[in-house]
């Protein structure tokens, strides 16, 4: 398995952008596929994407068009650009990470989280 510390989040004002990342230490010469989920209060963990040892991404429906994962493999990092931001994507936001070359789809298929961070978007 991997460990995973997300950095970047914060406050931002509704239309702004932010960035996540995640960097990823333990046993990164395997494949493995890292991705994110988020979680608001008094909701579930909600996927938001993930990207392969090969660079495919997938993305819940509702956060495609203003969420992009990327992936730096020398640097084992996964970023999370977020734009466009509105109040509803304030969250704890957790990198995830699996073992193999498949897709994370569902929070059971992953092996790894991070602690989470805050990123909170005001009206």
């Known amino acids: 398995q991997v460990q995973l510390v997300e950095s970047g989040g914060g406050l931002v004002q509704a239309g702004g952008s932010l960035r996540l990342s995640c960097v990823a230490s333990?046993?990164?010469?395997?494949?493995?596929?890292m991705g994110w989920f988020r979680q608001a209060p008094g909701k579930e963990r909600e996927f938001v994407g993930s990207?392969?040892?090969?660079?495919?991404?997938n993305y819940a429906i509702s956060m495609k068009g203003r969420f992009t994962i990327s992936r730096d493999l020398a640097k084992s990092t996964v970023y999370l650009q977020m734009n466009t931001l509105k109040p509803d994507d304030t969250a704890i936001y957790y990198c995830?990470?699996?073992?193999?070359?498949?897709?994370?789809?569902?929070?059971?298929?992953?092996?790894?989280w991070g602690q989470g961070t805050q990123v909170t978007v005001s009206s």
């Open positions: 333990g046993r990164t010469f395997s494949p493995y596929t």
């Open positions: 995830a990470a699996r073992t193999g070359l498949v897709a994370i789809t569902t929070a059971s298929t992953v092996g790894s």
């Open positions: 990207v392969t040892w090969s660079g495919l991404t």
